[in-house]
């Protein structure tokens, strides 16, 4: 069974720009989280979406937003990209996103702003 | 709420010594703990978990960990370390029940980085 992948891996933006990632859980799996990846803070819950529809949100700003396809692939976009948006998204599928289940993590995009 | 605290963001030991990562907790109703193994440029590998039932809980290439509730720890430990062991550790926390925001929201601990010397 394929894992979790995540386009692109690495990227490349400005200040000001916007941007989107792509996630597509493994098979079957209804379930996708996403989380930020920083030196300084760690890695922080983002969102999570479950038959797209978002269940759970963290404490970031607006400017991160997502989504979640009827196959369950999910998005997140970055509006208005600050030099601090720096880092590793990783993103994380689970059959029903059950507290008790694991979650199976992509190898993540590392977004870079300049 | 619910928190995690890593003791140590660095731990080294030497081939074959006795691996202890510490992880302790804090949270508002019983919780869900893992550990997560982060390899280089790689996302997060799940090692172990506990839900309910047995504290010692034995997860994959020789790691285990138990879960302690009046020291509210649940620290991971490995008998013999090898080299391939070298990588970074996360300790996670959700909540069992609480409604909504338990869905797919792992709180992480700001992890330890294992080197492991020949």
């Known amino acids: 069974k394929a894992g979790v992948t995540q386009t692109p891996r690495y990227l490349i933006k400005t200040r000001g720009q916007q941007v989107t990632l792509s996630c597509s859980p493994i098979?079957?799996?209804?379930?996708v989280s996403w989380y930020q990846q920083t030196p300084g803070q760690g890695l922080q819950f983002l969102f999570e979406?479950?038959?797209?529809?978002?269940?759970n949100k963290g404490n970031f700003p607006g400017r991160f937003s997502g989504r979640q396809f009827s196959n369950s692939r999910s998005e997140m976009n970055v509006s208005t990209l600050e030099l601090g948006d720096s880092a590793l998204y990783l993103c994380?599928?689970?059959?029903?996103?059950?507290?008790?289940?694991?979650?199976?993590f992509g190898p993540g995009t590392r977004l870079t702003v300049t | 709420a619910q928190s995690v605290t890593q003791l140590g963001s660095h731990v080294s030991v030497s081939e074959g010594a006795l691996v202890l990562l510490r992880c302790n907790y804090s949270?508002?109703?019983?919780?869900?703990l893992f550990w997560y193994v982060q390899y280089p440029n790689q996302g997060l590998q799940l090692l172990l978990k506990y839900t309910t039932g047995a504290t010692l809980v034995k997860g994959i290439n020789g790691f285990e960990a138990e879960f302690k509730k009046s020291e509210t720890s649940f620290h991971l430990t490995k008998p013999s370390a090898h080299m391939s062991d070298a990588a970074e550790y996360f300790c996670?926390?959700?909540?069992?029940?609480?409604?909504?925001?338990?869905?797919?929201?792992?709180?992480f601990g700001q992890g330890t980085i294992l080197t492991v010397h020949p």
């Open positions: 949270s508002s109703v019983p919780p869900y």
């Open positions: 979406y479950f038959s797209e529809t978002q269940r």
């Open positions: 994380a599928s689970s059959l029903y996103g059950r507290a008790a289940e694991e979650q199976y």
């Open positions: 996670a926390v959700i909540l069992s029940y609480a409604g909504g925001t338990s869905y797919g929201k792992l709180t």
């Open positions: 098979s079957g799996h209804r379930s």
